[in-house]
């Protein structure tokens, strides 16, 4: 959270003998004669063409059964090569009632919660996610939700799991935890398969590096940074990227210098607002002038417009302001609306081209009785699960949101195309 306001035959031989259907009459005579010359020419030669006739059938039929396979291993493996796809998800938000439901007596699973959505990471390459809080617990202290967080260990474990390879640690609640609580968490990550990780760091030489990774020959760089902390107390210097001119130009020049394409993940905006606000304007801007190819942005917990801006050397940098909520058990439906951010490339010479770009809603469901929705009963939450919002009438009816996915998918595609066109897609489109 921030701040309020905040892809012909061989030729035949020359003919020297009669026509071939004046040779029978030699062969059967009814006395033995001597073999004349002429004749063992005419044997010699019949058996040089029925060689060659077979050879030439055995050839022909050879290159034509090998050829299909030739082609086929040729298109397989160009497709399995020319094409890139990234998805952006929003925030990561294990509040309270998340960590109960993901409570197995001394362990905890959030692997469920993501049961409905897994098969959409499995499609991509690159999978962008939002780990909002510390997962700290119990290095860094016990277990804990709004408003100072620390997740267990397995929260990072899993949405690991799920999918998530590329994510970001620097968020308004990174420091929550202070140092112990970042180090806690990257250690978590080290531990894991991943692309990158960046945001929280453990030293000052840490926080200095960009964090490279490729993917089918293309070099990506992915840097991340945040805007606002909630708890500056005994906050490092280090500890966490925040919005610094000098780090953050330093850091884009050498991603360029280096010839990667570059994702920036950007912790920033007014929460609860569907409004880009005037801090996002210039610094989304700063990064297309230093070279940003995508910037993804998180924070407001809500989804907000897409842009185009232009960049200084050519070109433009498209810019999702916020990708919205992903788990979470927030109370208004703005903030169980997020979903998938869909850009495809295609990849040539070992770079990556921007195909197409397009967005697949999700939604977070909970469950609970309005008395205890009256009594705000926070942790009567229960049966958590994310869904495709198309996917999602059923849910929704049993939710107290009153709402329909036909009013959601209007008011997500109202939004998100305020500036550009971005296509909103179901999950069958995906």
């Given at each position: ?51 060659a006739a077979f050879a030439g059938y055995w050839i022909m039929h050879a290159k034509q059964a090998k050829a299909p396979d030739e082609k086929n291993s040729t298109a397989s ?354």
């Open positions: 959270m921030i701040r309020n306001k905040h892809s012909s035959d061989p030729p035949q031989a020359q003919r020297t003998v009669p026509a071939i259907e004046q040779v029978p009459q030699e062969i059967v005579m009814p006395e033995p004669q001597p073999r004349t010359k002429r004749g063992g020419v005419v044997l010699l030669i019949l058996g040089l063409l029925i060689l493996s160009a497709s399995s090569s020319t094409k890139i796809r990234l998805i952006a998800s929003g925030d990561e938000l294990p509040h309270d009632s998340v960590n109960a439901n993901a409570a197995t007596g001394t362990t905890y699973n959030y692997k469920p919660f993501f049961s409905e959505v897994k098969a959409f990471f499995d499609k991509a390459d690159i999978r962008f996610c939002n780990q909002e809080v510390p997962s700290a617990a119990p290095i860094a202290g016990p277990v804990s939700g709004y408003p100072t967080f620390n997740a267990p260990t397995e929260f990072a474990r899993d949405i690991n799991a799920i999918g998530c390879n590329v994510i970001n640690t620097a968020t308004n609640h990174t420091n929550d935890k202070h140092q112990a609580g970042i180090d806690a968490t990257q250690n978590e990550w080290d531990k894991l398969n991943k692309l990158a990780v960046a945001g929280g760091n453990r030293s000052a030489e840490e926080q200095q590096k960009v964090r490279y990774f490729t993917v089918k020959g293309v070099k990506f760089a992915f840097l991340a940074y945040n805007y606002y902390n909630n708890d500056t107390t005994s906050l490092t210097p280090y500890g966490i990227n925040m919005f610094d001119e000098a780090l953050m130009s330093k850091q884009l020049a050498e991603a360029q210098a280096a010839g990667a394409y570059t994702l920036v993940s950007m912790h920033w905006g007014t929460e609860y607002s569907p409004d880009i606000d005037a801090e996002q304007t210039q610094w989304g801007q700063f990064l297309a002038d230093h070279g940003a190819n995508i910037v993804l942005g998180t924070g407001p917990h809500v989804l907000e417009p897409v842009k185009k801006l232009p960049r200084a050397g050519g070109g433009d940098t498209l810019v999702w302001y916020s990708l919205g909520n992903m788990l979470n058990t927030q109370l208004d439906i703005e903030s169980l609306i997020g979903g998938f951010a869909v850009m495809d490339f295609k990849v040539s010479g070992g770079k990556a081209t921007l195909d197409k770009f397009e967005f697949m809603p999700t939604y977070m469901h909970y469950e609970w009785t309005v008395e205890q929705k009256a009594k705000s009963d926070l942790l009567a939450r229960k049966n958590l699960k994310l869904y495709p919002l198309d996917k999602a009438a059923a849910p929704l009816a049993r939710s107290q949101n009153n709402t329909t996915v036909e009013a959601q998918t209007k008011r997500i595609t109202d939004v998100l195309n305020t500036y550009i066109t971005v296509p909103v897609i179901t999950s069958s489109q995906y």
